[in-house]
Every structure is written in structure tokens, then in C-alpha cells.
């Protein structure tokens, strides 16, 4: 594409091999590495958690090792939007449980109203995802709720790290546990990557044993485990990105902030006013015609863009053909993602929201 839907855009080799160095000098590149550790200490303060994160090999498996860390399985339901990744129904599945699809509100969040009419006996546990990069805003609704009906509850916060809540904190102290992806597509990327945040201790020690083949202290395992451990590889360019993660999260609020002022309302966008961590930009098209034909239309002039995302309840692997799903579904139908990358030029951006005003509304 001329003009793609995504640039990744990681350090440069140098600027992560002075911390590679540390793990040449130790001989240890995996198993708890001296750059994973250092990375997880700075990650800690960086988001300002009282525990030590863990860093995984991706945030499915995260996300898995959650549900099994909170003794989750056994075919318990976890209540999960519809509207979110395919990954995020695979963790649970792979964690023995089973998925209720949920609809979501306008702000693109699971529906509680929804979540309340599907709770049985057998709900264990909520899943929030925090859908394209932003925030779910208050955090403590959700906390609330779950409270009050016994519930577990994870944020799935693949594409949030570095953003705020609507009371300032960082993403990452929120629920029983919070997963991050820092796969390479994401604004703090480091090629594949996952990380798992908790206030309780209790359930990070018993996610790092799961996270390595469940051994204990003396090398035994204990639980059923797997190895989703982050090598050291990934994680000195997690250290080089750290250094210049809130540069790039300004740089590309910047360019959001320059969408929004382009499209100047006649188009509905995602973004305006939302704490994000700025992974894609969206926009929702009046009607499921005109965002197909504008899908077309940026692809004709070599411009990338995705429909995210293709909700759960429309994927055969999960299909589910009984429950109604109205905003979900209005929303899939109407979202279009289009180029957002820390290097693309002002131009480009002209020329991309210029194509979309004349097709939708000329």
C-alpha cells in the first residue's frame, strides 16, 4: 500500500542492543533474563503498580494464564463483549471456560445492563475489554458490578498501555488483573510481547508458575502450566521503547487530534476526547453500503484500511445465532480504520480524510 493502514515503527538496533549487552554479559536470554526483570521493574514504576508485572510471550496467553491464575476453568461462564479480538475468546476457551457474548454500549464497552440479564450460576468471572486502544473511562463501575454479584474481573487492555483513566491513574491497576499485548502493531511494541498486571500478589506468584511450566521454587510442578515466558530479546526492545513511549503516545495524539479537527464533525469519529493508547484510528460511516464503498475507495488510490473488529458472535469458531447483539452489530457494520502511524505525513492525512469526505458525504 502507498499509504498503509499501520507502520510499525520500533527502536532503531543500537538503541536496544545496550541492553541486549546485559543478557550476553549473564549468558541468559530467557527464564527471567536480566532485561525482562529490568523491564518489569521499570514497567511497575512507569504505571505506578504496587506489584511487579509479568512479562509473557503474548497477551492470549496472558490472558489464559489469567483466567487460570483467578481459579478460573472447569467450564465456568466469563461474561465478554462480542465486539472485541478473536484472541480474547480463544484465552478462554484455552483456560477451560466457557464465553457468554455480551452487546456493548455506544462507547464501544461491554454493556452491563446486558451482562446483568446473562449472569447464571455458573458466571464466574467479566471481561472488559477496552476496545481499539481506549479507556474504558471508569474503571470502578465495572469494579463496582462485579462486586456486587461475586464476579472476578479482568480488563482486557491489549492496546492501552501508557493511557490514563478518567481519574488520571494509568491503565494497569484496575480489576483482579489487567492484560496488555505489546505485540509490534501497537504503540509500545516490541514485537510479540504480553503483560499481566494485578494489585494481589497472591494471584502474580501463581501466574508466573503457570507462566513457567508451573513449577515451584524446588523446579517441581505444581500446576498445570505452560511456558509463555518473554524472552530477553523482546524485552531490551521493551526498554528501548520505554525510554520514548510517552513521545510517541504524544506524537500520535497529535496526529488524532489533526483527524479530528479535519473531519470537523461531518464525519462520527472514535477518538475526540477519549484517553487512548493510541493504536488505530476509527471512524463510523453512516451506513454499511458507504463504509464498504469507502473501504474500496482507499483501497483503489493504494490507501490501507480494516474493519475492526469482526465480533465473536459472527465468527464461525464462535458463533452464536440465538442472542441479540444490536449495537454490536450497528457498530460493526458502520467502523472503518484508517491509517494511523507515528510517521505519516500531514499530507497524507489530507489526502486520506479528503477521499472519505467526497465519497460520504459529496
Not at 479480538?85 to 452491563?112: K, W
Request: aromatic content about 10%; charged content about 20%.
Amino acid at each position: 500500500m502507498r499509504i498503509p493502514l499501520l507502520k510499525p515503527n520500533p527502536p532503531k538496533i543500537f538503541e536496544f542492543s545496550k541492553y541486549l549487552g546485559l543478557s550476553y554479559d549473564a549468558s541468559t536470554f530467557s527464564n527471567g533474563g536480566p532485561c525482562a526483570q529490568l523491564l518489569e521493574e521499570r514497567l511497575k514504576i512507569y504505571i505506578g503498580l504496587p506489584e511487579t508485572p509479568i512479562l509473557m510471550t503474548n497477551a492470549t496467553s496472558a490472558l489464559t494464564v489469567a483466567l487460570q491464575a483467578l481459579g478460573l476453568g472447569g467450564g465456568a461462564e466469563i461474561l465478554v463483549p462480542s465486539f472485541t479480538f478473536s484472541a480474547t475468546g480463544h484465552s478462554i476457551i484455552n483456560a477451560r471456560c466457557t464465553p457468554v457474548l455480551v452487546d456493548i454500549g455506544r462507547d464501544l464497552v461491554i454493556d452491563l445492563v446486558d451482562a446483568e440479564r446473562k449472569i447464571t450460576n455458573a458466571t464466574k468471572a467479566l471481561i472488559v475489554v477496552q476496545p481499539l486502544g481506549f479507556t474504558c473511562g471508569d474503571y470502578k463501575k465495572y469494579e463496582t458490578f462485579a462486586n456486587a454479584y461475586g464476579l472476578r474481573l479482568i480488563f482486557d487492555s491489549a492496546a492501552v498501555l501508557g493511557a490514563t483513566y478518567g481519574d488520571g491513574t494509568r491503565a494497569g491497576g484496575a480489576g483482579d488483573c489487567e492484560v496488555f499485548s505489546l505485540h509490534i502493531t501497537k504503540t509500545f511494541g516490541i514485537g510479540e510481547g504480553g503483560l499481566l498486571t494485578s494489585r494481589n500478589p497472591d494471584v502474580l506468584k501463581t501466574a508466573r508458575r503457570i507462566a513457567n511450566f508451573g513449577f515451584d521454587e524446588r523446579g517441581y510442578s505444581v500446576l498445570v502450566g505452560s511456558n509463555a515466558k518473554c524472552s530477553d530479546f523482546h524485552a531490551a526492545v521493551g526498554l528501548a521503547t520505554l525510554e520514548v513511549i510517552d513521545e510517541k503516545l504524544s506524537i500520535k495524539k497529535r496526529i488524532a487530534s489533526h483527524y479530528d479537527a479535519l473531519f470537523s464533525d461531518r464525519i462520527e469519529t472514535v477518538s475526540k476526547n477519549r484517553p487512548s493508547g493510541q493504536q488505530v484510528y476509527p471512524i463510523l460511516l453512516q451506513t454499511q453500503e458507504i463504509r464498504d464503498k469507502m473501504a474500496w475507495r482507499l483501497k483503489e488510490h493504494g490507501i490501507g484500511s480494516r474493519i475492526y473488529y469482526v465480533p465473536l458472535h459472527r465468527q464461525p469458531y464462535f458463533f452464536d445465532k440465538t442472542g441479540l447483539f444490536p449495537v454490536t452489530d450497528d457498530i460493526t457494520d458502520r467502523i472503518l480504520c484508517i491509517p494511523f502511524f507515528e510517521t505519516i505525513s500531514a499530507s497524507d492525512r489530507v489526502e486520506v480524510t479528503q477521499l472519505i469526505l467526497d465519497g460520504a458525504t459529496g
